[in-house]
């Protein structure tokens, strides 16, 4: 079976598109440093003054700017916090940061002191990321200009205001688009080598294709959406837009949304034996949910 042309159907939130309300919304945002692998992020922080001082610089840039700002360092030392980044099942620990750090967007900081017989200089990496998703939304290289200085802090605010204008406008621009538009994910069904249905079998009362059933709710709890193609083994939306909040205005982050649709899924069963529900599992990788029909 072919694929489907792109589809829009919306759907209710709290949330007035921007162009309506002829205000901008503006984000709350984390600075976190960047980290590597096996590095303890919290130690990383409160040994080293000069990755203190180029995070407060960054923050410094975004709180003159009317951005509202939530402290790093407390929020690591906060209990549940704590429990997230010593958890053993650190998969991907910057995506736990992001996801439970209260904010809006978080913005990793990542600094070199490059130094020379010319002058010393500091080269500055702004990557910022939308947190229910942690995907990204803008990301730029500053550079402070070579200078006999030894002042990490210094150098590293000459290097943020190379470029925090543009940054800002960027990552502004893209989160404007999500309060409108929605935030992007993708969508995945799948069926199991046990299973003993496809994509074609009828479901529910309306003895509907199950693929059918599925872009159904799909459409009905998107607010854009796109079908790449559709199989008798699998359904995938390479492109979802799903509202930022939900009816009460809570945060619909990526998990949740795919409780909603596991949960429908769950509902589901063959035409021919509605006493027999289909069994589901769900998977999340990135900003792609996976449901599988076993």
């Not at 500055?124 to 995907?135: A, D, G, R």
């Not at 649709?261 to 769900?282: A, Q, Y």
Request: glycine share 4%.
């Amino acid at each position: 079976m072919a694929g489907f042309a792109q589809n829009k159907t919306d759907v209710k939130t709290n949330e007035t598109p921007s162009s309506e309300k002829n205000v901008i919304v503006r984000p709350t945002i984390m600075v976190f440093p960047f980290f590597k692998e096996g590095q303890n992020i919290r130690t990383l922080v409160e040994d080293d003054v000069n990755t203190r001082l180029v995070m407060a610089k960054v923050k410094e840039a975004f709180d003159k700017r009317g951005y509202s700002t939530i402290d790093f360092l407390s929020k690591v030392r906060n209990l549940a916090v704590n429990e997230v980044l010593n958890s053993e099942a650190q998969s991907d620990l910057k995506t736990q940061i992001i996801q439970s750090s209260g904010a809006d967007i978080c913005v990793e900081v990542e600094y070199n002191f490059l130094e020379s017989n010319i002058g010393n200089e500091v080269k500055l990496i702004l990557n910022s990321y939308e947190s229910s998703t942690s995907s990204t939304l803008s990301n730029k290289v500053g550079f402070s200009g070579k200078f006999y200085s030894q002042d990490i802090g210094k150098l590293a605010a000459r290097a943020n205001d190379s470029v925090i204008e543009d940054f800002l406008n960027v990552m502004q621009q893209k989160f404007t688009d999500i309060i409108e538009n929605g935030r992007y994910l993708s969508l995945e069904f799948n069926l199991a080598a046990s299973a003993d249905i496809k994509m074609s079998s009828e479901v529910t009362n309306e003895k509907l294709p199950l693929s059918d059933a599925l872009e159904l709710w799909v459409a009905e709890h998107t607010k854009n959406y796109h079908i790449q193609g559709v199989t008798d083994l699998k359904v995938l939306f390479d492109v979802i837009r799903v509202p930022r909040l939900d009816a009460s205005g809570k945060m619909l982050t990526t998990t949740r949304y795919s409780l909603d649709i596991f949960r429908f899924c769950n509902t589901l069963f063959p035409s021919e034996k509605p006493d027999k529900k289909l069994k589901v599992e769900r998977l999340i990788k990135g900003n792609t949910i996976f449901i599988t029909f076993k």
